[in-house]
C-alpha cells in the first residue's frame, strides 16, 4: 500500500509538471520573432518479458546538445523514480519529463540509476535484487542525434527490453544490464501570416503593415480556443507548436474590422503553414463616410 500511495504521488507531479511546461512552451513559442526552443517528451514503454516484476529505479535524466553545453538534467524529471517494466505493455507508458529545450541538435540522453533495482521471476513472488555495474548507476548513454527545430515538439519513446536487460549469474543471482532502443516523434507544425491594412485600389509597393493585432486560434472541430499571439512591428504572426488538425483564425485590431477566416487551416506534422498576407480593412464611422 505504501508503494501505491508513493507512485501515484510522483505521477500526480509529473502530471502537474507536464501541464505547467506545455502551457509554457505554447505560450512562448506564440511570439511572432520566435523563441529558439522546442518541446521533448520522453515516454517509457516495455516489450513484452517473462518475468512477473522487473522493478527500476531511475534517479536523474540528463541531455547533451553538444560540447559547448554540456549535459544537463531534465528539470521537469522527479526522481528517484521506481518503475514497474512490466506494466508498461498494452499501450501503457510511463512519461518521465516533458518540457522546453533549446533547439539544437540532442546527441545524447543519460539515465542515471540507482541500486534499487529488483526482479520477481515467473511463478515467484519474492523479489529478487538484480545488481547494476556502476557504470550504469553514473550514467546509461542512449544515442540520439536529433536536430530540434525551433517551434516543433518532440517525442522520444524509450523501449526498455526488459526481458533482454536481465542477465541470470551463475551463482543464482541476477544483474540488469539495460537495453533500451530509442525512436523520435516530431508531432507539431506551424502557422504564420502577415497582417495588413487594406489600402484598396491603392499601389501596394509599401504596404502599410499592422502592428498589435490579436490573432486567435480556434480548433475547428471543438470550436475552442487554443491560443492567441500578436503581430509585431513586421505585421508577422507565428503560432509554433500546433499539433496536427485543422484551425481556424479571428484577427481583431481596434479601428479595423474583425477578420475570420473562410477555409480550414490544415497543419501537418513537422511542416509550416504559411497563410500569406491577410488584409484588415478600417472601420469606417458616420462622419468619415458624409
Known amino acids: ?11 500526480k507531479m509529473v502530471l502537474t ?8 512552451f505554447m505560450q512562448s513559442c506564440s511570439d511572432s520573432d520566435g523563441t529558439g526552443t522546442a518541446q521533448v517528451k520522453f515516454k517509457l ?16 535524466i540528463q541531455y547533451n546538445l ?10 521537469s524529471f522527479e526522481g528517484p523514480l521506481n518503475v514497474d517494466l512490466t506494466t ?34 515467473r511463478g515467484e513472488t519474492e523479489a529478487k535484487d538484480l545488481s547494476t555495474p556502476s557504470a550504469q548507476q553514473s550514467g546509461l548513454k542512449i544515442n540520439l542525434d536529433e536536430a530540434l527545430k525551433a517551434g516543433f515538439s518532440y517525442t522520444f519513446i524509450l523501449d526498455w527490453d526488459a526481458q533482454e536487460s536481465i542477465v541470470a549469474q551463475g551463482n ?7 537495453v533500451i532502443r530509442v525512436s523520435a516523434e ?4 506551424i502557422i504564420k501570416g502577415k497582417v495588413w491594412e487594406d489600402l484598396g485600389d ?60 473562410e477555409n480550414a487551416i490544415d497543419v501537418t506534422v513537422g511542416e509550416t503553414e504559411d497563410i500569406g498576407n491577410i488584409k484588415l480593412q478600417m472601420v469606417v464611422s458616420a462622419e468619415s463616410a458624409m
Open 66 to 75: 553538444g560540447e559547448d553545453v554540456g549535459w544537463q538534467s531534465l528539470e
Open 186 to 189: 516530431k508531432n507539431s507544425g
Open 202 to 261: 491603392e499601389v501596394e509597393e509599401n504596404p502599410l503593415v499592422i502592428e498589435g493585432a490579436t490573432v486567435s486560434l480556434y480548433d475547428t472541430m471543438t470550436e475552442e480556443l487554443v491560443t492567441t499571439t500578436e503581430t509585431d512591428s513586421l505585421g508577422t504572426f507565428v503560432f509554433q507548436g500546433v499539433s496536427s488538425g485543422s484551425y481556424s483564425l479571428v484577427i481583431s485590431k481596434e479601428g479595423f474590422v474583425e477578420y475570420s477566416s
Open 45 to 60: 514503454v516495455d516489450a513484452p518479458g517473462d518475468y512477473e516484476q522487473v522493478n527500476v529505479e531511475i534517479i536523474d
Open 17 to 24: 509538471v507536464m501541464s505547467l511546461t506545455a502551457l509554457g
Open 172 to 178: 543464482g543471482s541476477y544483474s540488469l544490464k539495460p
Open 88 to 121: 508498461l505493455v498494452g499501450g501503457e507508458n510511463e512519461i518521465l519529463a516533458d518540457e522546453v529545450v533549446e533547439a539544437n541538435t540532442m546527441h545524447q540522453i543519460r539515465l542515471v540509476l540507482g541500486d534499487n533495482n529488483t526482479v520477481v521471476l
Open 1 to 11: 500500500m505504501k508503494m501505491e500511495t508513493i507512485k501515484l504521488s510522483l505521477k
